[in-house]
């Protein structure tokens, strides 16, 4: 494969599972493929063995009414769960063309972030604006710890170092992944 049709064949593998949201198996054989089907089919089987399934029929599955159809089962028939065949779901979760869409897009454009990597930058922030504020204000926070050090260092009040050691103020880039890292191992404050 030629690295153009790689770099497109990864831009779109990187799309489904960000935009769309579906999670991609890479197989090395067809074999191993078909292993996790068999699988994934006998959990749901395990999962949904002797459950009555309430589907919608797909007639009535569109993008403008379907939240006011849900609710309205949810009020009338609170006991039930109503699910949709693939095709209604494909009606109604092809996304409109969002900001949120544009924004995780635009982040797979820089180099040296992968699809999980602007999952989790586009969790922990949502919106292009907070993002920039964030770092923004971490900026804004190193410039002071720099010009402290500055001080301290022109006063002669800092302590000794040892010969191997270094000083390194907080950068932005550290400050996303020690955030990122955070965010997968519990809550973060903002």
Known sequence: MR????????????????????????AAKEDEARRHLIDLTKI??????????????QRHVQRASFLSLQH????????????????????VSSPNYTVGIDYAQSLLCVKGLSASKVVDIVQQWPTPY???????RVR???ELEREEFDRKLAAGKLPK???NA??????ADGYVKSKVRARRGGSVER
């Open 3 to 26: 690295r153009a049709e790689w770099e497109r064949a990864n831009a779109t593998q990187s799309q489904v599972q960000v935009v769309d949201g579906f999670q991609l198996l890479e």
């Open 44 to 57: 749901y089987q395990e999962l949904y063995e002797g459950t009555t399934l309430y589907a919608i029929p």
């Open 72 to 91: 309205h089962l949810a009020t009338t028939e609170p006991t039930r769960q109503y699910l949709t065949t693939f095709g209604g779901f494909s009606n």
């Open 130 to 136: 907070l993002l920039y504020t964030d770092l923004d």
């Open 140 to 142: 804004a926070e190193t």
């Open 161 to 163: 170092l040892r010969a």
């Open 166 to 171: 270094k000083h390194k103020p907080p950068t």
